[in-house]
């Protein structure tokens, strides 16, 4: 049967069925019968109108091994239900029933597009179905949603952000610590430059002040000393004239 995508399953059923000698026993044919009918009906149930119909390629025994293509609507929606599907009655969530007796499903072997995987009771889940029977586009990753169906998510961004956001913030704190310390040390030299240009502005003040200084001094004791000397030869004289004066006069 032909219509939408095929997805081929090796179901194993945990049940007991009358042996067969081949394919043209009346027991195989009555029994493929059934199993068609049964997966017909719990194929329709679970996905209604979207399920085109099926395939038996095989039976074997050793319990009981199904092999068949589903044919169902192409869509990632419905390609998501299917993963649910073997999901729950690999653990036991969805009973399918052969005949009208429970068969529970022991092994799930799965052919799509991701190639082809086995899946038991303790190893499955409905994302590592998906990523077999239509992987999810690159840039894209599988996840359970709250109804426990998978779905095709975009890398999350979020991770995505943080990832830039700390790359960004280490590039912007390296940028930021390196301005900082060329701040501090063009800081730092211009204020020793500054305290050098005070410090030789002073010592220059200084040095003119001082000599001005010794040649104001050498000038005004050089004119001190020398009207000292002119004066104190007058005092000195003039006594010594008035002795001389009285000498002269006492024979008078």
């Not at 027991?27 to 329709?44: C, D, F, I, N, Q």
């Not at 305290?195 to 050089?222: A, L, N, P, W, Y």
């Not at 001190?224 to 008078?252: D, F, I, N, V």
């Amino acid at each position: 049967m032909n219509g939408g995508v095929g997805y081929r399953l090796e179901i194993t059923f945990e049940i007991d069925v009358p042996a067969w000698s081949s394919q043209q026993d009346d027991v195989y044919k009555r029994l493929l019968a059934t199993v068609v009918e049964s997966l017909e009906r719990s194929y329709r149930e679970a996905f209604g109108s979207l399920f085109f119909g099926l395939d038996v390629t095989l039976m074997s025994l050793g319990s009981l091994l199904v092999d068949h293509t589903i044919y169902i609507d192409d869509s990632p929606e419905v390609a998501r239900s299917v993963s649910a599907f073997i999901a729950d009655i690999l653990q036991g969530r969805t009973t399918l029933r052969i005949g009208g007796r429970p068969a529970p499903v022991g092994r799930v072997v799965l052919h799509g597009a991701g190639g082809e995987a086995h899946f038991t009771n303790d190893e499955s889940s409905p994302c590592s179905i998906l990523d077999v029977l239509r992987p999810c586009r690159q840039g894209y990753t599988c996840k359970r949603n709250d109804y426990g169906k998978p779905v095709c998510t975009a890398i999350q961004e979020s991770k995505l952000n943080v990832i830039l956001g700390a790359v960004i913030g280490v590039l912007v704190g390296a940028i930021i610590i390196t301005l900082v310390i060329v701040a501090c040390w063009c800081s730092k030299h211009k204020h020793e430059g500054d305290i050098t240009s005070i410090h030789r502005q002073r010592c220059s003040s200084f040095d003119e002040k001082r000599s001005g200084g010794d040649v104001s001094s050498m000038s005004s004791g050089s004119y001190r000393s020398t009207s000292g000397a002119r004066e104190r030869p007058s005092m000195l004289y003039e006594p010594h004239q008035q002795r001389l004066s009285g000498e002269k006069e006492s024979p008078m």
